[in-house]
């Protein structure tokens, strides 16, 4: 058993390194995109690198794997009101 966890640190660490590495290459591109002059372009090529920056967008998301937590006000008041009774 112990040899079997020993083994995934080393997965995950390769794992991170090539998800860091595919980030970068996106947000590379989207900068490129961003500092491309896009009033020459056709309509047809807009829609292409909006397109392509959603693509990317999405991309990111998935590959950073971000989970967002929203809280209203009244939330947080809530949550802060069962602090104080309970502590």
Do not use: F, H, Q, W
């Not at 929203?70 to 104080?84: F, H, N, Q, R």
Request: aromatic letters at 2%; charged letters at 20%; glycine letters at 4%.
């Amino acid at each position: 058993m112990k040899a079997a966890t020993g083994s995934s640190p080393v997965s995950v660490t390769a794992t991170s390194a090539a998800k860091y590495k595919d980030m970068s290459i996106l947000i590379a591109r989207v900068e490129t995109i961003k500092a491309m002059d896009i009033s020459a372009l056709c309509s047809s090529e807009r829609k292409e690198l909006r397109n392509e920056l959603r693509a990317i967008k999405s991309d990111l998301k998935s590959i950073d794997g971000g989970v967002t937590i929203y809280l209203s006000v009244g939330a947080i008041i809530v949550i802060i009101l069962l602090l104080i009774l309970l502590l």
